[in-house]
C-alpha cells in the first residue's frame, strides 16, 4: 500500500520541527516522491548524514512501504 504524502510530510517534520518540506508525487502513484527538505538541524552536516537523517525519520519505511523518494536536502539561506 502507498505512503500517503501527508504522513510523509508529518513524519519529517516530527524528527525535524523546523524543516520546511515540499513534496511531490512524481508517478501519481503514491510510491514515487521527490523532497526538498530544508532545516537549520543540517548545518554542518555533510550531504550523506542530511539525508540519513530524513531517512531516520521515515522510521524505516524507505525500501518498503515507500518505494523511491529522490532527496534534496539544504540549511535556510540566512538573510
Known sequence: ?????ADIVS???DALP????TLTDLKGDGDHYS????SAS???KSR???HQMVYDALQGRMGGVLHA???QT????ES
Not at 1 to 5: C, E, I, R, S, V
Not at 35 to 38: L, N
Open 35 to 38: 523532497a526538498q527538505v530544508v
Open 18 to 21: 523546523d524543516a520546511e518540506v
Open 1 to 5: 500500500m502507498p505512503m500517503d504524502a
Open 74 to 77: 539544504s540549511v535556510p539561506l
Open 11 to 13: 513524519m519529517i517534520k
Open 69 to 71: 523518494l529522490a532527496l
Open 42 to 44: 543540517f548545518k554542518g
Open 48 to 50: 550523506v548524514q542530511q
